[in-house]
Every structure is written in C-alpha cells, then in structure tokens.
C-alpha cells in the first residue's frame, strides 16, 4: 500500500503560482497512478489532474488545462502539481490519490489528508 501526504498549500496573490508536492510513505510511488483533487468551500469534491505510474500519460480537468501541470519524479517518489495563474476559484483542498486511473474519485484506493490553496484578490 501507499500513503499519499501532501504539501506546499498556502496563501497567494491571484496570478500568482504555486508547487504541490504528493509524497508516498510506506510503499514508493513508484508502479502507481496518481491524481490531484482539490474541494472548495460548498462544493463537492472534484478532479484535477491525473498521471500514470510512468509519467507517460496526464489528464487534466477544463478548468486547470494550460495553467496546472502534473509531474512526478519516481527518485525522489514524490507527485507534484505546478499551479500557475492561480485564481480566487481555485481556493480549495488539494488531495492527492494513488492508484486506479481516471477523473472519478471512486477510481482511486489511497488519498492524502489535503492541503489548503488560498487564492486572494
């Protein structure tokens, strides 16, 4: 199995970025697909983005597509999510997930307790 802890939330200007990282602890990354789901104030929980266990393929949800981009360094078994042009919208829990393949949070096994992405005017 693996555990999914994610860091790099805080506070930001609008238009400005931000680098979450998702590492594993217990089993490595490594072998495992992997997702970022953010959930906002009032809002259900929703899809982000997606990488396979290899880097080879990424998916991403409309609204983050050209601004976020989902990487991953199986050496260092960390995922991360570059969030650029960050705005207020995008305030929300970032999770990350391990394991399965796709944007429904039902695709995934192991999440991460979140962290939280404040986007100020």
């Known amino acids: 199995q693996v555990q999914p802890v994610e860091s790099g939330g805080g506070l930001v200007q609008a238009g400005g970025s931000l680098r979450l990282s998702c590492a594993a602890s217990g089993r490595s990354f490594s072998g495992y697909n992997a997702g970022w789901f953010r959930q906002a104030p009032g809002k259900e929980r929703e899809f982000v983005a997606a990488?396979?266990?290899?880097?080879?393929?990424?998916i991403y949800s409309d609204p983050v597509k050209g601004r976020f981009t989902i990487s991953r360094d199986n050496g260092k078994n960390t995922v991360y999510l570059q969030m650029n042009s960050l705005k207020p919208e995008d305030t929300a829990v970032y999770y990350c997930?391990?394991?399965?393949?796709?944007?429904?949070?039902?695709?995934?096994?192991?999440w991460g307790q979140g962290t939280q992405v404040t986007v100020s005017s």
């Open positions: 990488i396979y266990w290899n880097g080879v393929s990424t």
């Open positions: 997930a391990a394991s399965g393949w796709g944007t429904a949070i039902t695709d995934y096994t192991y």
